[in-house]
């Protein structure tokens, strides 16, 4: 056990302080109500694991078009932002910060997931390799996407600039571009799934084009850059991503951001159990040339992230996994307490099993002293 961490130093982001170094990574949950609005568990759940520094939420969509899985939450309707609302001043009322992750999935959907009729789209109509979970039929394959038209491209990045803008209403702190795992902006970056021939497409500057472009448009939803964060997994191939070159496509990515200012660059290290290219190191890779803050992710416990931030190879660490089973984390983490097993088959399943139920490390004991009693 490494006693001396940097975990529980307060950083700063823009100008909004952080009380610990220690971040709930984004984890898609699938609990939302048949309208995609975040349910009142949710309340519960996030409000439970705000001693993190920072929390980003679940992948949220945009638009209905942007929805690939069952029963993920949107800021794009009142009755999200509302409900969304509760869940900010929960995390806030524990001196909790929380950002939104938007996720528009593009290609990595299902018609039967979607309360809209036409198909997902992408920048090339081409079907993922796979096969994408439904509620009604079970595992299906991905849906056949239609390739955006040039002059579409901006009214989806209106949906991220219009989400962004909601999300601030909602009393965000600030808001995440994923970009890694394979959803939309991704397949704009790699170049198997990104076979256009317009400003787009091509070259690894027309390839990075719509998430530079989408970043511009949600600093100006949020009025200021420091409030808005993107996240990337170089290399890695879920979701069917295979980039020609993933280095040369997020060194230049990762240049071209630099003037934007952002809050953060969250770096997805594959975790073992995620297959991947297997010829990347992405965080010593981005972390001389990112100008800002990074936070790294990815298969991390109390000594590897303590390790990485005394390196000074990252400023912050994301934790996905043990927090579902531990809402208690950053306690347990300085009282170097034992760690609960999250289980796997509850991870997506809707319903409360498996999702607001693990108990705090406190409650567990009185619970233990109760029944021994
Ligand atoms: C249940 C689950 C859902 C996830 N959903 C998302 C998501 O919505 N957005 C995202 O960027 N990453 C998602 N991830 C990836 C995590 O943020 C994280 O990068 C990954 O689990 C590795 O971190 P870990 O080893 O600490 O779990 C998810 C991971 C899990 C386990």
Redesign the pocket.
């Known amino acids: 056990m490494n006693a001396e961490t940097k975990l529980f130093q307060p950083i700063k982001i823009g100008a909004m302080e952080l009380k610990n170094r220690i971040v709930m990574?984004?984890?898609?949950?699938n609990r939302a109500s048949v309208t995609d609005v975040p349910s009142d568990l949710a309340v519960t759940y996030y409000a439970q694991r705000a001693s993190a520094g920072l929390i980003i939420t679940?992948?949220t969509q945009p638009s209905p078009a942007g929805q690939g899985y069952p029963r993920t939450p949107g800021i794009h309707s009142a009755e999200q932002i509302e409900a969304w609302r509760k869940i900010t001043d929960a995390v806030h009322a524990k001196r909790g910060r929380i950002f939104l992750?938007i996720?528009h999935t593009g290609r990595i959907a299902h018609r039967l997931n979607r309360t809209v009729y036409r198909p997902p789209v992408a920048p090339s109509a081409i079907q993922a390799s796979g096969t994408i979970y439904t509620d009604s039929l079970g595992p299906q394959p991905y849906s056949l996407p239609q390739a955006l038209a040039t002059d579409e491209i901006p009214s989806v990045i209106e949906e991220y600039h219009r989400a962004t803008s909601n999300a601030l209403a909602a009393g965000f702190d600030g808001v995440e571009l994923?970009a890694?795992?394979g959803y939309l902006p991704m397949q704009f970056l790699s170049s198997n799934s990104n076979q256009r021939s317009d400003r787009y497409g091509g070259s690894v500057q027309n390839r990075a084009r719509f998430v530079l472009e989408t970043l511009e448009a949600m600093i100006d939803g949020a009025g200021l850059a420091s409030r808005v964060g993107l996240?990337v997994s170089p290399g890695n191939t879920f979701n069917d991503m295979h980039d020609a070159n993933p280095v040369g496509t997020h060194l230049y990515l990762t240049e071209e951001v630099n003037p934007l200012g952002l809050a953060y660059l969250h770096i997805?290290q594959q975790?073992k159990d995620v297959h991947t290219d297997g010829l990347l190191d992405p965080v010593r890779m981005l972390r001389p040339i990112f100008d800002g803050p990074i936070i790294a992710?990815?298969?991390?416990d109390r000594d590897s992230a303590s390790q990485l931030l005394s390196n000074g190879d990252a400023d912050l660490i994301?934790?996905?996994?043990?927090f579902?089973a531990n809402p208690d984390l950053v306690e347990r983490f300085q009282t170097a307490g034992p760690l609960a097993e999250p289980d796997a088959a509850t991870?997506?399943t809707p319903g409360p099993k498996g999702y607001a139920d693990y108990p705090a490390l406190g409650a567990e004991a009185l619970a233990g002293a109760a029944a021994a009693g």
């Open positions: 990574a984004p984890m898609t949950r679940e992948g992750q996720m994923h890694a795992n996240r997805q975790p992710t990815g298969g991390f994301g934790f996905a996994r043990l579902i991870f997506y």
